[in-house]
């Protein structure tokens, strides 16, 4: 079955980074676009940064200019890279992929950014 584990979350400075990383097995991941989520206390979760089987990327408003997807296929793996992280970035970040029109999720790492 498809699994998607997160790592790299924790406590950080306002104005610091920090880079997530997702593994994904179960799923042929060449093949595949996937996708960042948040949810923060109380708000919906948020698409945050998408990145397609060809390598082609999109970021949320919110974080344009500041956070990178990326991937690296041999790994079966889906980067984050977080720069100048603000308050309002605190949150579960979550790693997605759509298969056979079907959701799946990992299981969340907490972010936190200190003012």
């Known amino acids: 079955q498809v699994q998607l584990v997160e790592s790299g979350g924790g406590l950080v400075q306002a104005g610091g980074s920090l880079r997530l990383s997702c593994a994904a097995s179960?799923?042929?991941?060449?093949?595949?676009?996937m996708d960042w989520y948040r949810q923060a206390p109380g708000k919906q979760r948020e698409l945050v940064a998408s990145i397609t089987s060809g390598g082609n990327t999109n970021c949320a408003d919110s974080v344009k200019g500041r956070f990178t997807i990326s991937r690296d296929n041999p790994k079966s793996t889906v980067y984050l890279q977080m720069n100048r992280l603000k308050p309002e970035d605190t949150a579960i970040y979550y790693c997605?992929?759509?298969?056979?029109?079907?959701?799946?999720w990992g299981q969340g790492t907490q972010v936190t950014v200190s003012s």
């Open positions: 179960g799923v042929i991941f060449i093949r595949f676009a």
């Open positions: 997605h992929v759509a298969r056979n029109s079907r959701d799946y």
